[in-house]
């Protein structure tokens, strides 16, 4: 994840000003065909993939079970219309994963539409 003093970067979570005791709170996810595509958690997969250099080390690094690390990576694969992660299954040599130039933005263009929510809250104090 981004190295930031912005709170909402470690979640995703953007929250306006409290007002009269109620505060605004919400989160940014993206759908394809009605199907999710990049989400807080997806993109968190992302950046430990491209940390540890396997989906295995990334789903433990979040405590995610590999099946559901790799279904996740599948489905953003497809979803993205190419590959966010090149995968290299396990073997003798063992196995790794990276991210293409494509998962990268697609981390990118995420943190950017959380932003640019956080920056859309910010402006609804009231007067």
């Avoid at 958690?41 to 433990?60: D, K, M, Q, T």
């Avoid at 990118?108 to 929510?117: I, K, M, N, S, T």
Wanted: charged letters at 25%; a positive charge; aromatic letters at 8%.
């Amino acid at each position: 994840m981004p190295k930031t003093k912005n709170p909402w970067e470690r979640n995703a979570l953007a929250c306006a000003p409290p007002q009269e005791g109620v505060q605004l709170k919400g989160r940014l996810w993206l759908e394809k065909d009605g199907r999710t595509y990049l989400s807080w958690g997806r993109v968190a997969l992302l950046e430990n993939i491209a940390r540890e250099g396997s989906v295995s080390a990334a789903a433990r690094a979040m405590g995610m079970s590999f099946s559901h690390a790799w279904n996740l990576v599948e489905s953003m694969n497809c979803l993205a219309g190419q590959p966010l992660v090149d995968k290299q299954a396990g073997g003798q040599g063992g196995g790794g994963a990276r991210l293409t130039a494509a998962g990268e933005q697609a981390i990118a263009d995420f943190w950017r539409l959380v932003r640019e929510f956080q920056e859309w809250m910010d402006s609804r104090v009231r007067p």
